[in-house]
């Protein structure tokens, strides 16, 4: 298995285009820093960071006394930011009212969103380019099961994905390092369980590239299922776009109105809702939205699998 793998990865990195997903990460990481950068000089002076934070609770007070509409999470969200800011001025722990390495690092999180794209383009290859390329037959002959040999594409799109967010991740923390410092906050603030609690800074930014990772993952899974079931690139990119794009939006609107969309794929992948108190369906969990994606998981692949290990590729 180790030795398919490996065959994977090679052939991933033989292809001119995943150097130009890679120059294109970090030029997009580059240019963000240039602009922060930029942006930042501009300010005259740096903010009182107290008065920040007062502006904050104030903030938090008139939209809890105004909005109605506001749901029970949203308001227990918004009342959790307010025992925050309260537990910084009563503690004398700073927030950061400009750039530093870790607020880059924390920015650059929405980047993710562009290293599922470069994973959807090498998932919907990663099967469908061995017909393209008449490859498939020289690579069933060998005695190794179908299972196996999918199993080999599809971790190495997996090991592609970690590659790509592990770049993403230390580009962010030398540029941000170079550019901004490494001063600012050393913990991170969070409400849980009635009280405010001190976490480690580093550990709450790899829990926010862990959960905004998950939709990049099942919309690879599932441009891997359409490429091994369809043997066609194109269609498995156009489609996982489609939906990366679209899907999320759609499902928004349909919630409006129907409590069953919290059992769509894209009600779902974004389970940092559960941190902001903005869940799409009341009643949603984060233990409610891992079951539903496991399922989805496990359906991709049982298609993907079943298919694969079943066309007859003697045509």
Request: glycine content about 6%; aromatic content about 12%; overall charge positive.
């Amino acid at each position: 298995m180790f030795r398919l793998i490996k065959n994977e990865w090679i052939k991933i990195f033989k292809r001119p285009g995943t150097y130009v997903m890679i120059g294109l990460l970090v030029l997009m990481v580059a240019g963000i820093a240039g602009l922060t950068k930029y942006s930042d000089s501009k300010q005259q002076e740096q903010a009182n960071w107290e008065q920040v934070v007062k502006a904050e609770i104030a903030g938090y007070q008139k939209q809890l006394k105004e909005d109605s509409y506001m749901t029970k999470d949203q308001k227990e969200y918004i009342k959790g930011q307010i025992k925050v800011n309260e537990y910084r001025l009563q503690n004398d722990v700073p927030a950061d009212v400009k750039t530093t390495m870790w607020t880059f690092i924390e920015d650059n999180a929405q980047l993710l969103n562009f290293v599922g794209l470069f994973m959807i383009i090498i998932a919907a290859g990663s099967v469908a380019s061995e017909y393209t390329w008449g490859t498939i037959k020289l690579l069933l002959i060998r005695p190794i099961s179908r299972p196996k040999i999918l199993l080999s594409k599809y971790l190495g799109v997996v090991l592609f994905g970690l590659f790509m967010m592990a770049v993403l991740f230390l580009l962010s923390s030398l540029i941000g390092a170079i550019l901004f410092g490494t001063s600012g906050q050393s913990v991170h603030l969070a409400y849980e369980g009635g009280k405010v609690v001190e976490q480690s800074l580093v550990l709450h930014l790899a829990k926010l590239y862990l959960l905004q990772s998950i939709s990049v993952f099942m919309m690879a899974t599932m441009a891997f299922m359409i490429s091994a079931a369809f043997r066609s690139s194109s269609l498995a990119i156009g489609i996982a776009m489609f939906l990366l794009f679209m899907g999320p939006s759609v499902t928004g609107l349909i919630a409006m109105k129907y409590d069953w969309a919290k059992y769509s794929l894209f009600a779902n992948t974004d389970l940092l809702q559960f941190e902001t108190g903005r869940v799409l369906v009341d009643g949603m969990t984060l233990g409610f939205s891992l079951t539903v994606l496991a399922v989805y998981f496990i359906i991709f692949h049982v298609l993907a699998f079943t298919i694969f290990s079943k066309r007859d590729v003697a045509a």
